[in-house]
């Protein structure tokens, strides 16, 4: 049985359309015929630059946020049966785990049932950019703070602590918003561009403080608010050798206070005030194949926080059909800047 798929072949070159096999599930997995599959930054990064996979592992299926319907499933699964909704996130260290593909494998503890009255395409704005700032908050290769579900959390008083989010107006940014509403953040303050409609956004996602990121004395208006008591704080958006030097410069100066980060980047030293009890930066992947014990809760707690309202699902386009052209201007739109809506491909549709 074959199948349309857009294939990387080389690292720098666009995604080509291929017939590809389609696989057979394994003893814990799934195979899903692919509905909608949303794309990310990371998606235009491994195409242009190889980031994150394996160069052996070229072709390369690109697109992590799958949704679709159970089409078979492995000798030992029990939890999900033929024709059921779900939504995943494709493992990036194999290389035709991708969802730029009418069929593919997931691993079953890794995949949530979809709630009734959300669409294929709603939920697949969410699995990258949610798990990303899940694992960000509350592993510990991020901000390793008690997460949502957990012992600890009942005794870890979030309501006396405050989050600063740099990159509000991010989807990853949006997510963690969401996330430190969710666990009870006392201020959550985020830097984004303030326009009416964002600040409005971003205040409906759990936002106390919106500051206009590109406000000259946004650090000042920033420590008006936090004092010097920061602990916490999240950049989702910023990487380059100095990138990070804002945020661990609004961390505090007498306790020591961790800064997670979605991107690698450095500390201008010499603008970071006096950090009397020292600093941390924390680059986290979010990945529920990298972090499983997480990852497994995070999809069993997700459909859950859905349904309640608590998580929201992000604004979208469609492309329909696996078509070459209009899937790699849609990366295209990452790597040239800008302001992106987030693009789902639909891989059965015709385009
Ligand atoms: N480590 C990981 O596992 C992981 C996972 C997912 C994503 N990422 C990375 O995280 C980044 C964000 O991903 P995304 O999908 O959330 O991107 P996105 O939604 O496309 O974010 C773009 C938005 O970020 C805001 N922004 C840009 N520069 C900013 C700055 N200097 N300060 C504050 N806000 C700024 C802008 O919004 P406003 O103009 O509205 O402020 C911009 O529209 C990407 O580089 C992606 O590759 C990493």
Known sequence: MSQKALVLEKFGTPLVLQTRPIPEPKQHQILLKIIAVGLNPHDQ?????????????????TGNDIAGVVENIGPDVTAFKRGDRVFAQADTSTPDGGGTQQYTVVLADLVAPIPRFLSF?????????????????FHPSGLGLPAPYSKERES????????????GGSNCGKLAIQFARLVGFGKIITLAAKTPEKEAELKELGATHILDRRA???????RSIIG??????????????????????LLSNREKGTLATLLPGGVDESKVGNKAAGYEVKFSQGSGHLHREL?????????GWLEVGKIRTLRYRTINGLDEKVVN???????????????????????
């Open 295 to 303: 990852g497994q809760e995070f999809w069993k707690h997700l459909p």
């Open 156 to 167: 870890f008083d979030y309501q006396r602590h405050n989050l600063l989010v740099i990159g």
């Open 121 to 137: 395409g709603e939920v697949a704005t969410l699995p990258t950019i949610a798990m990303a700032s899940f694992v960000a908050l």
């Open 45 to 61: 990064k491994i195409r242009d630059y190889g980031i994150i996979i394996n160069p052996d592992h070229l072709p390369y299926i």
């Open 216 to 222: 000259e004395d946004v650090a000042e208006q920033c």
């Open 329 to 351: 201007e849609a990366l295209d739109v990452y790597r040239d800047g800008g302001s992106v809506m987030k693009a789902n491909v639909h891989p059965h549709e015709s385009s």
């Open 228 to 249: 010097d008591g920061l602990l916490y704080a999240l950049d989702t958006v910023n990487h380059g050798p100095t990138a990070h030097t804002l945020g661990v410069s």
